[in-house]
């Protein structure tokens, strides 16, 4: 291990490795994605175009949206199923590997100059602010939401459908079309942007963790 980002990143992989026993898989992953997709597309096009061609692209969006989210959703269940059955003990037992790993780093992390990661500190924690500050002009806070801006979708789908009236889904206007993508493109990008800021608040809080420690170890003496 080296004093780098890119090691660092390769060091917190290996971490998540380790302490997230069930981590989302790849399939969950894209087949929520498509989901989201699929509703964001079906509602622009079905508003944009007219007659039966909105039509087949609404219905279209719905079902593509509908699989996606749902199997998502089955495949997460299937995932977490055990540790919600044995919450106490998982939560107790994943922490603790947590703590062992993450002071592995930590000690790696000393063996390099103070200076150094100082300076890697000061880097990360202004990057972490302006990551935060960019995510909050472009989102807000989009991720307090959860997962309401797929169910204000799914309820502009489904609105004023009837078993027997499937042409009601082809009826957003424009308007809510376009403001329904936008809101489920912004929400898919804040979560991009979450999880890279969460990676460089991951590096910033390593590198205090091993600058204090070495406060500490100073004082001592």
Do not use: C
């Not at 959703?73 to 059955?85: H, T």
């Not at 200076?115 to 472009?138: C, I, K, N, S």
């Not at 329904?180 to 890279?196: C, G, K, N, V």
């Amino acid at each position: 291990m080296d004093l780098s980002f890119p090691s660092l990143a390769a060091a917190i992989a290996r971490y998540l490795q380790v302490t997230e026993q069930n981590p989302a898989g790849r399939v969950e992953r894209w087949l929520f994605a498509i989901g989201l997709m699929g509703a964001g597309i079906g509602m622009l096009l079905g508003s944009l175009l007219d007659g039966k061609a909105g039509l087949v692209f609404a219905v279209g969006g719905l079902a593509v949206e509908l699989i996606g989210l749902l199997s998502a959703v089955a495949l997460q269940i299937k995932r977490e199923w055990n540790s919600f059955r044995h919450a106490y003990t998982h939560h107790a037992a994943q922490m603790e590997q947590e703590f062992h790993q993450y002071h592995e780093i930590v000690a790696a992390l000393r063996t390099f100059p103070l200076e150094q990661r100082l300076q890697r500190e000061a880097f990360a924690r202004d990057r972490r602010t302006y990551m935060h500050e960019r995510l909050g002009l472009f989102t807000g806070g989009m991720e307090r939401l959860g997962v309401m801006p797929v169910l204000l979708a799914l309820y502009l789908q489904l609105k004023d459908w009837h078993v027997d009236d499937w042409s009601v889904l082809g009826d957003i206007t424009l308007v809510q079309g376009v403001l329904a993508f936008f809101l489920l493109f912004a929400y898919a990008l804040s979560w991009h942007l979450i999880s890279l800021r969460t990676r460089v608040q991951r590096y910033e809080q390593l590198l205090v963790e091993a600058n204090r420690q070495d406060a500490v170890a100073a004082r001592a003496l």
